[in-house]
């Protein structure tokens, strides 16, 4: 066999898997388009049963965010409206089991956050928004808020001690008066 004819050969060959190559990744891009609507659509079905439930609970739905990756992700900002706690503990109490294991891990990572409301408050803060995430595996944020009825503990040294509060002497300040000319 001639250089020429190898040449040729090895470009025939090149575009055989160059177009080989081009019809898989269509049939992926496919395949992965519909799995990602199958996905979507699961992910809305449980953020909307899911929603129906911590209305139920007294919750306010701020906003919904939407992520497309895989797996796809929707995030919903909620705020305790009062009572949340309690009521989501009764729910789950009485209709738990006729909740989806999706449903149940969000709620219960709910509940936990609650467990973490002495801590935070210890240190000078109090709930403020959820934020929930539809996804797997599924998450609980909680924004934390300066408590403005607590008065924040002093920041710790590097030693460990609280730093002392230093008193200050205010300045006085005189202030001249001044008239406008009409």
Same mark, same amino acid.
């Given at each position: 066999?001639?250089?020429?004819?190898?040449?040729?050969?090895?470009?025939?060959?090149?575009?055989?898997?160059?177009?080989?190559?081009?019809?898989?990744?269509?049939?992926?891009?496919?395949?992965?388009?519909?799995?990602?609507?199958?996905?979507?659509?699961?992910?809305?079905?449980?953020?909307?049963?899911?929603?129906?439930?911590?209305?139920?609970?007294?919750?306010?739905?701020?906003?919904?965010?939407?992520?497309?990756?895989?797996?796809?992700?929707?995030?919903?900002?909620?705020?305790?409206?009062?009572?949340?706690?309690?009521? +989501?503990? #009764?729910?789950? $109490? =009485?209709? *738990?089991? !006729? @909740?989806?294991? /999706?449903?149940? %891990?969000?709620?219960?990572?709910?509940?936990?956050?609650?467990? +973490?409301? #002495?801590?935070? $408050? =210890?240190? *000078?803060? !109090? @709930?403020?928004? /959820?934020?929930? %995430?539809?996804?797997?595996?599924?998450?609980?944020?909680?924004? +934390?808020?300066?408590?403005?009825? =607590?008065?924040?503990?002093?920041?710790?040294?590097?030693?460990?001690?609280?730093?002392?509060?230093?008193?200050?002497?205010?300045?006085?300040?005189?202030?001249?008066?001044?008239?406008?000319?009409?």
């Amino acid at each position: 066999m001639t250089f020429g004819k190898l040449v040729d050969k090895a470009k025939e060959k090149s575009k055989e898997a160059t177009s080989s190559i081009k019809e898989t990744t269509q049939n992926i891009a496919y395949i992965s388009k519909e799995k990602m609507q199958a996905g979507v659509n699961k992910t809305i079905d449980e953020t909307q049963a899911l929603i129906v439930i911590l209305q139920k609970c007294g919750y306010i739905v701020g906003d919904l965010a939407m992520t497309l990756s895989v797996p796809p992700e929707i995030e919903i900002t909620l705020q305790d409206a009062g009572g949340g706690q309690s009521k +989501l503990s #009764k729910l789950m $109490e =009485k209709e *738990g089991d !006729t @909740f989806s294991k /999706f449903q149940t %891990a969000i709620l219960r990572g709910m509940l936990k956050t609650y467990d +973490l409301l #002495k801590t935070t $408050e =210890k240190h *000078g803060y !109090t @709930f403020g928004e /959820f934020d929930v %995430a539809v996804t797997f595996p599924p998450r609980v944020t909680v924004h +934390l808020l300066p408590d403005e009825k =607590k008065e924040k503990p002093a920041p710790k040294t590097a030693k460990g001690k609280k730093a002392s509060k230093k008193k200050t002497a205010k300045k006085k300040t005189t202030k001249k008066k001044t008239t406008k000319k009409k």
